[in-house]
Each structure stands twice: as C-alpha cells, then as structure tokens.
C-alpha cells in the first residue's frame, strides 16, 4: 500500500472502498505481557485504552504515515512513561505517567478469514 495523500472519509458509506480493507488484514492483536516478560495466554484479560481527541489525532495520523512509509513489513514502538524531566512523543503521543508501559509492532498476522477457519 502507498499513496502520497490517503484520504479518510468521515463519514464512510457501505459503497466506500476503503484501502485498508482489501486485502482482509486489518487485524490487530493485544496482549498483555507480565514485569517478568511472561506473555498471558488467556483472552478473559481486558486492556483499557484511555485517550484526549488530540492523543486520537496524533496517533492516527502518525499510524497513517508509518504505515504508508514503512518500506518493511515489520517495526516496532516502545512508549516511554512521561516524567518531569523526560517527556518523550512516540507516533503523536505522550503516554501518561501512570500508564503501563506500551509496544506497538508492525507485524504480518494473515488475513481475518483464514484465522477464523484456524479457530
């Protein structure tokens, strides 16, 4: 996928053929990774996200632009917790003092309807 301007509709319609969804890989996992780097096997957890508009707006713009310009299939974001003295933006936004520490990966999952066959 590549475009130099992607256009969102903000309002889409049943008829809008969004690009993101062709090829049936819009696919996110979330996974919840313990202080001991133990990975939780289980799908009865529940992650919260809490965001400002401006925090929907920075990370989706700056998720647009990784995704456009990324020229390999995978990447990586480790967000930092925002401190007094140290204050670091990662993809459009600042994670909040008390947050769980947060890592996003561009990775390939497949396509949703082999992993449901899978399931």
Known sequence: ????????????????????????????????????????ETRNCRVVVSMTKDAMLGLGSSLIRAALNQT???????????????????????LHPSSCRLVMNLTSLGKLAELLRET
């Open 72 to 94: 390999q299939e995978r990447g990586s974001w480790e967000f930092e917790n925002a401190e007094p003295d140290s204050a670091t933006e990662q993809l459009g936004v600042y």
């Open 1 to 40: 996928m590549t475009a130099t301007n992607f256009i969102v509709p903000l309002n889409p319609t049943v008829q809008d053929k969004e690009l993101y969804r062709a090829a049936d890989q819009n696919i996110i996992r979330v996974e919840v990774q313990l202080a001991s780097g133990e990975m939780l």
